[in-house]
């Protein structure tokens, strides 16, 4: 959660792992099991395309 707080605009899926020192697949099990009502997860978007395969996560707007 403290990864995720410090990214304002998202943080690539493999990149919150290599920060937090978890495998990928865990970290995304965890954030669709236990979190994912606090998240959102969207393709990445480069120069306007966008990957299926590459997952940005970011927290919800919290109002």
């Known amino acids: 959660m403290n990864v995720l707080k410090k990214s304002d605009s998202g943080i690539w899926i493999r990149e919150l792992?290599?920060?937090?020192?978890i495998p990928v697949a865990?970290?995304?099990y965890?954030?669709?099991k236990f979190i994912?009502?606090?998240i959102v997860i969207e393709n990445a978007?480069?120069?306007?395309i966008e990957h299926s395969q590459m997952k940005i996560v970011r927290?919800?707007?919290e109002e």
Request: proline share 0%; charged share 25%.
């Open 17 to 21: 792992a290599r920060q937090t020192n």
């Open 26 to 28: 865990t970290v995304y």
């Open 30 to 32: 965890y954030l669709n």
């Open 36 to 38: 994912s009502d606090r």
């Open 45 to 48: 978007k480069f120069g306007g």
């Open 59 to 61: 927290l919800k707007n």
